[in-house]
């Protein structure tokens, strides 16, 4: 099991205030990674539970839509933490239930800036850090969607289906560039999943059981295994791939 230890390494997680995102950095310092969050709320208090595990957390007020933004995030880590970056997970997202025919273009923009451009300059920015320090063991996670797969029936989502399949078509490219350099990159896309975002939603929550294999939504605990068997060594073979993590419903 010693493969699945991440003891000594940093990660990066944007849209880990809570949610999904706050469930990937609480597997990453399980595990024993140093945690540093990135997003525009601040964090639930699950995130105070992180430093539990023993490793050191920070939140930084960080707009993924905006480059800017995100360069001076990653600066205040590299001088906070010495330099070492060794995992980063592009969580971050939005999205809205709105049809093709009533989309706007500021509806539009948001999404994708979030949703795609912001999971973009992660990876980017994410893998420049990692080759400023060195790090011998660089992976990259980016959070994609079954909605990258599939038509989500239940929902108008089609802007949001698009930005997602962005984040998915990028992994495979940005994996090629990457190997030659030591890193890894791979994306997870989750299913139905019980978080803030769906809440607001408890018919859909409902409806979604018969779409699931399992028959149950996923908790947010379910998908952080997947992000850290990525971001491990369990995983040095695995690059450009995507996985699913939705209790079979792409699957019927």
Not at 31 to 42: L, M, N, P, Y
Not at 68 to 79: P, Q, Y
Not at 116 to 122: A, D, P, W
Request: aromatic share 8%.
């Amino acid at each position: 099991m010693s493969k699945f230890s991440l003891q000594g390494r940093l990660a990066v997680v944007t849209g880990g205030a809570r949610g999904c995102g706050l469930a990937f950095a609480q597997g990453l310092a399980e595990a024993g990674a140093d945690i540093a969050v990135f997003d525009v709320i601040d964090p639930v208090a699950g995130f105070e539970a992180i430093a539990d595990f023993g490793v050191t957390a920070k939140y930084y007020k960080v707009d993924v839509s905006s480059v800017a933004s995100l360069e001076e995030g990653f600066a205040a880590v590299e001088k906070d933490f010495a330099g070492r970056l060794d995992i980063v997970v592009a969580c971050a997202g939005v999205n809205k239930n709105v049809a093709l025919l009533d989309t706007t273009e500021e509806d539009y923009t948001r999404l994708f800036e979030v949703n795609s451009k912001g999971v973009y300059f992660t990876a980017k920015l994410g893998a420049q850090g990692m080759l400023k320090s060195k790090t011998k063991v660089g992976s990259i996670i980016l959070v994609a969607s079954i909605a990258s797969h599939m038509a989500i029936r239940s929902q108008r989502s089609t802007a949001y289906c698009g930005t997602k399949g962005a984040v998915r078509a990028m992994v495979a490219p940005m994996a090629a560039e990457l190997s030659p350099l030591g890193i890894r990159i791979n994306s997870v896309s989750p299913g139905y999943v019980r978080t803030e975002m769906t809440a607001p939603f408890p018919h859909l929550l409902e409806s979604w059981k018969d779409e699931i294999l399992n028959g149950r939504v996923a908790e947010p605990d379910d998908i952080k295994g997947a992000c850290v068997f990525l971001a491990s060594d369990a995983s040095s073979y695995v690059t450009g791939a995507d996985f699913r993590v939705d209790g079979g419903v792409t699957m019927w």
